[in-house]
């Protein structure tokens, strides 16, 4: 029988792979579906996401709470260039240095939802979300 706990940080790893899995087909919605090309940061941030879907995947089917403490890292450093792409997007001081970014500037915007859900909003969101589940992982597999 599972203890509380137990069930507690399978529905999180659980969480953590929905979210990864939702965000991968999200990208691949953008760029084969919608035909956004990517920018060089959104590239780098795939690079970071699409690992964790598989990762995760596995950590959730072997019900390994140990990948936690290596999911963390690749999680938080996603975070850190989604919000360094967002402040690039939205900060104009940022978003000037951009446009040698690529093909495709680092600042433009495919799609600016209510004034600020942009796509490295979503990768943001999604990363922090994983992070703070890991954290959870983290935190009650060590009580």
Request: glycine share 2%.
């Amino acid at each position: 029988m599972k203890t509380t706990t137990e069930k507690a940080v399978e529905y999180a790893m659980f969480a953590a792979w929905a979210i990864a899995v939702t965000a991968t087909m999200g990208s691949l919605y953008f760029s084969e579906i919608r035909m956004f090309i990517p920018c060089e940061l959104c590239w780098v941030q795939r690079i970071f996401m699409y690992p964790l879907a598989v990762t995760l995947a596995i950590a959730t089917v072997k019900k390994d709470a140990r990948q936690a403490v290596y999911t963390l890292p690749i999680s938080v450093i996603g975070a850190l260039f989604s919000l360094y792409h967002y402040l690039i997007q939205k900060v104009p001081a940022l978003s000037e240095a951009s446009d040698v970014c690529g093909i495709i500037p680092c600042n433009h915007q495919y799609i600016n939802y209510a004034g600020f859900i942009t796509i490295p909003f979503l990768a943001f969101t999604a990363f922090s979300m994983i992070s703070i589940l890991m954290i959870y992982v983290i935190m009650k597999t060590k009580e």
